[in-house]
């Protein structure tokens, strides 16, 4: 008996390490792709050099390695990407920032951004040598276009949902497309992590880990223990409207990982993105916040502190206009998610700093 349930655990041993089969794939998985905060997204490693991704929208997409076949029997609701990729079509610009920073631009050549719109770099030189071209907008890109050169592969931020006739057009002429869930991501490093993922379709894993790792370094190098100091954030549109970051938005955990305290901890603490709100109501709530941060490309971009002021009559009453501490977003704030890390470490540095002279970071800036 002794020996009958020795050879028992031997086998349930031996059965528990071989690789787990997918519910409903006809491969075996031999790991997962390790994420510490992304939720959005998995990558589950299968036998013969395949991954499969799933969104978290329940989108699937499965990698074929170079020179291999794709497996027979696939459930009907996984798209299969061949590898490499390239000839890509990326209208989201964080995305196309991710891309970048692992080296892999090259895999790109349609954009949804006109060039002017452009603040990274080496997105302009590539359009300029003409490797990456203007396609019109997320909006209304040019299907003739891309029905003559259709890409092999697109990715869209979550505002293709406000034109499900441009994603059903895309399935029409057969462009595959990946819908880059990051801004659902309630950590900020849940963002930066999405890094992994295009690392696992280009073939630039290790790039992708090592950019990771070091903005990951970057937030830690802080270990900031609460400033005491609180902040506003918000902008004000041409129309007069006043919109404030919920509680539970990624810039306001950016804030606290920098040691700041957010002005406003009750208003929404369980949602992302901002809230409209009265001016008064605002300033009730806000008026004695240490800083300001201002979103500059959502709030008129203005020029000067008294264009800024012109916003609207209640902002010179404010404590941080009275004593100095206004700052405002830099345009590409909002084009780039590679550098969350530096973002952060803007932050703790703002609400740090006490000389008088410095007027910027790489992320933030004073008007005068």
């Not at 029409?172 to 690392?199: A, Q, V």
């Not at 509680?247 to 950016?254: F, I, Q, R, S, T």
């Not at 009559?313 to 830099?330: H, Q, R, S």
Request: aromatic share 10%.
């Amino acid at each position: 008996m002794k020996r009958l349930l020795c050879s028992l655990i031997a086998l349930l041993l031996a059965l528990a390490c071989l690789p787990a089969l997918a519910e409903d794939l006809p491969l075996s998985i031999v790991g997962s792709l390790e994420l510490e905060y992304a939720t959005q997204f998995s990558v589950d490693f299968c036998e013969g050099g395949y991954s499969l991704i799933t969104n978290g929208d329940g989108a699937r997409f499965l990698t074929i390695p170079e020179g291999a076949d794709i497996p027979e029997n696939l459930p009907e609701d996984i798209v299969t990407l061949q590898l490499p990729l390239s000839n890509l079509l990326i209208s989201s610009t964080p995305t196309v920032s991710l891309i970048n920073a692992i080296g892999a631009l090259d895999a790109v050549s349609m954009t949804t951004q006109e060039y002017d719109g452009w603040y990274i770099d080496a997105v302009k030189e590539a359009m300029d040598a003409g490797n990456l071209t203007y396609i019109g907008s997320y909006k209304e890109p040019d299907f003739e276009t891309l029905a003559a050169n259709p890409a092999p592969f697109a990715v869209f931020s979550t505002m293709l949902d406000s034109v499900p006739d441009v994603a059903e057009k895309l399935t029409e002429i057969g462009i595959p497309y990946l819908r880059d869930c990051s801004t659902n991501e309630n950590h900020p490093l849940g963002r930066m992590e999405w890094i992994k993922l295009y690392g696992v379709l280009l073939g630039k894993e290790e790039e992708a880990q090592a950019h990771y790792d070091a903005q990951k370094a970057l937030v830690e190098s802080i270990a900031a223990e609460s400033t005491g100091k609180t902040v506003a954030m918000f902008y004000i549109t041409s129309k007069g409207d006043l919109y404030t970051r919920r509680a539970g938005d990624y810039m306001v955990k950016m804030l606290e990982l920098a040691g700041g305290e957010y002005i406003l901890p009750d208003l929404e603490p369980e949602k992302s993105g901002t809230q409209k709100i009265e001016a008064e109501e605002f300033y009730a709530g806000a008026g004695e916040a240490d800083y300001i941060v201002y979103i500059w490309s959502m709030g008129g971009k203005p020029e000067t502190m008294e264009d800024f002021l012109a916003r609207s009559p209640i902002l010179a009453d404010f404590k941080a206009v009275k004593e100095g501490n206004v700052w405002f977003t830099t345009p590409d704030y909002f084009q780039i998610n590679d550098t969350l890390g530096a973002m952060i470490l803007d932050f703790n540095r703002m609400l740090t700093n006490e000389d008088d002279g410095v007027t910027s970071f790489t992320y933030l800036f004073k008007l005068s």
